[in-house]
């Protein structure tokens, strides 16, 4: 009898096993010191118990090892012999980090144990001996003689972000001497230069930081890069002469040859585990489906025997049988959708380790308050809808909640109030991040906004406009850069992928009474609905949720402007024209404007009119990345096949509104 292949179920160990950190981080920040609440303690030593079983099978031993020491102190705990203190949770909770680095190495295939996971195992074993473990817990920090080498490969998507690796260079040349060993080409990158992206990244790096650098000062230069990269830091080993290499020139780190083949290939560990991840689907909604096939091979019967002997007099029933089949095909469409659909509560729990950590960091007190956390949405915005709601969360706690010596002195409670809130409206889900802090400093807004002459000195600005120049790229009102604000990258950067979802975001401030930012998403990237237009010969889909009016003007309602550009009043303002056939070259078209249809349509609050042929009917639209299977194209999301079989494409109202206000402006 052959063995069976245990790297079958390895995907799921690494799946369950991250669930049970998640849930014992979360029992770990409900557990107080002193707290003897049996079934928290319980649900903890559970996830720690079955991370070591599952390690211990598949045949991860460091990941065994160290779940078992830790393991061993909740056992401590669990039968009362341990009382629960604060330095306990503390440790615990760096457990559970580290638990998840060792478990994202073992997923990738790199050595699991590193310095750090070795130094925290020797914390917990002292521990769980009873010796005391204060004098160990700035160990892992310390810097090493030498310095620390260092693997930093970009993810493809690194440069959407708004990081630029030369600054992240530029920033550890002045913690000590940094040398490039070696810069490749990850083997994900296109073999033809035609095929390359020049906004994504496919570029690595060997480094070494010579000198006595603390641990955490190089963590702290790659801290907003989590997702966008795959780090590897490790103790440089005791140098030889003939291994240095040339150091870096001021400014930009200079590359040295890369060898012929790369024995370390890069791999893409976070862009796998999120493309090739799985979704757990209760058995009611694969009921539901189940009962909808059922129903749909009962039409299909029922058409097929009609088609057979198919009569005048079966007419009516043959009509009958098309609006049951649509009826059912709906019902499947919608049972299929919601399989897709999961809790943003997977995303609002990581919110209260978060919390914790930046109260501790920044001496703040903060009240985290959840609602709608039952709220679902589709699974591929889940997964993007993360890093920017980090973001806010962080500008949240640190520009926007005040000390609490600020908030006594002002008539507050010292404890400052952080809400996220998610609800449905309409076809959307909306995900509000509020805090009861200062608000938006709008005199340092407009100082800085008037330093880099974004506005004129003297400019009167409303409170929306002010608002809306915290969005600009690289734009920060802090005096000095940490390693949670003040870098010039953050909310340029959560409009750019609230965007790319679809989605908008706008921000509501009351000075002294706190901000309000508001993330409005659609519910799925798969289907939307739709208003089918005509541009000459092409077929054009403008999503129903943008578009405001559409309307015919005359051309006496149209006026030219600088530039050559066309606008027209509208509801007490200006809009400008944006003529679809110029802008994607169609033949044919209808040139007049008092012959043709505009639609007006709408992105964070910025319109613009398109003018079309004419309207065709309004369609759901199953959209087909564009991207994918030909190249990006501006002003278009996507594409669709209608049901004449023909090919419509879908159109990016954010990038076209951002045209067409472009055009504007010249």
């Not at 010191?33 to 599952?54: M, N, W, Y």
């Not at 530029?170 to 810069?183: D, F, I, P, S």
């Not at 919390?355 to 703040?364: F, S, T």
């Not at 012959?595 to 398109?610: K, P, T």
Request: aromatic letters at 4%; a negative charge.
């Amino acid at each position: 009898m052959s063995a069976v292949d245990l790297t079958q179920f390895h995907k799921t160990f690494f799946e369950e096993s991250r669930e049970g950190l998640d849930a014992m981080e979360a029992a770990l920040l409900a557990l107080d010191s002193g707290s003897t609440d049996h079934e928290l303690v319980h649900t903890i030593f559970r996830a720690a118990h079955s991370i070591k079983g599952g390690a211990a099978t598949f045949g991860f031993s460091d990941v065994a090892a160290f779940t078992h020491v830790a393991e061993s102190l909740l056992e401590e705990v669990r039968s009362e012999r341990r009382a629960v203190e604060a330095e306990l949770i503390d440790l615990m909770l760096r457990s559970v980090d580290c638990l998840r680095a060792m478990l994202a190495r073992s997923s990738s295939g790199q050595p699991v144990a590193d310095a750090d996971s070795e130094a925290l195992r020797g914390e917990l074993m002292r521990l769980a001996s009873g010796e005391a473990a204060v004098a160990t817990v700035v160990a892992p920090k310390a810097a090493p003689a030498n310095g620390w080498d260092i693997r930093f490969v970009a993810l493809p998507h690194l440069l959407q972000t708004g990081n630029d690796p030369l600054r992240l260079f530029r920033e550890l040349q002045q913690l000590g001497r940094l040398e490039v060993r070696r810069a490749f080409v990850v083997d994900r990158a296109p073999a033809r230069l035609a095929d390359l992206d020049p906004s994504q990244c496919h570029l690595g790096w060997e480094l070494r930081l010579h000198g006595a650098v603390a641990r955490g000062d190089v963590d702290a230069v790659f801290d907003w890069l989590d997702g966008d990269c795959e780090l590897a830091v490790e103790a440089m080993a005791e140098e030889t002469p003939a291994a240095a290499a040339e150091p870096a020139p001021a400014g930009v780190p200079a590359a040295t040859p890369a060898p012929a083949a790369d024995p370390r290939p890069a791999r893409e560990t976070a862009v796998a585990s999120s493309e090739g991840g799985s979704i757990r689907v209760g058995i009611d909604k694969v009921d539901a489906l189940i009962n909808m096939m059922g129903e749909l091979v009962i039409t299909q019967s029922m058409l097929s025997d009609i088609g057979e002997n198919f009569q005048l007099s079966q007419l009516e029933r043959l009509r009958e049988g098309l609006l049951q089949l649509e009826r059912t095909t709906r019902e499947l469409q919608e049972s299929v959708m919601r399989i897709r659909m999961l809790p943003i509560g997977s995303v609002f729990n990581r919110f209260p380790r978060l919390v914790r950590d930046l109260e501790r960091k920044l001496g703040k007190q903060v009240k985290l308050e959840l609602h709608g956390e039952h709220t679902e949405l589709d699974k591929t915005v889940l997964e993007k809808i993360g890093d920017p709601l980090v973001h806010l969360v962080r500008n949240a706690i640190d520009h926007g909640l005040e000390m609490p010596a600020q908030r006594k002195a002002a008539g507050k409670a010292e404890t400052g109030t952080l809400k996220l809130n998610a609800y449905h409206e309409g076809g959307n889900i909306v995900v509000q991040i509020s805090d009861d802090g200062a608000g938006l400093n709008h005199a340092a807004i407009v100082a800085k906004a008037q330093q880099r002459g974004l506005i004129a000195a003297g400019q009167e600005l409303s409170d929306a406009e002010v608002a809306e120049l915290i969005f600009q790229p690289g734009f920060s009102t802090a005096a000095q850069a940490t390693d949670l604000s003040g870098r010039g990258v953050g909310m340029d950067v959560v409009r750019r992928n609230v965007r790319d979802l679809g989605g908008s975001v706008g921000v509501r401030s009351e000075s002294g009474k706190g901000s309000v930012f508001t993330i409005a998403l659609p519910l799925t990237l798969a289907i939307i609905d739709g208003l089918v237009t005509a541009v000459g010969h092409e077929r054009y889909i403008v999503p129903l949720t943008s578009i405001v009016e559409s309307l015919r003007l005359r051309p006496e309602a149209v006026r030219r402007i600088a530039g050559g550009g066309e606008v027209f009043h509208f509801r007490d303002e200006y809009l400008p024209i944006m003529r679809l056939h110029r802008a994607f070259g169609c033949a044919d078209a209808i040139t007049d404007i008092e012959r043709g249809i505009v639609v007006v349509i709408e992105d964070d609050n910025r319109r613009v009119g398109l003018l079309v042929d004419e309207l065709l009917g309004q369609q759901q639209a199953v959209i087909k990345s564009l991207e994918a299977h030909y190249r990006r194209v501006q002003g278009v999301s996507g594409a669709t096949i209608l049901s004449d079989g023909s090919v419509a494409l879908i159109v990016d109202v954010g990038g076209v509104v951002r045209l067409g206000r472009r055009s504007k402006a010249a």
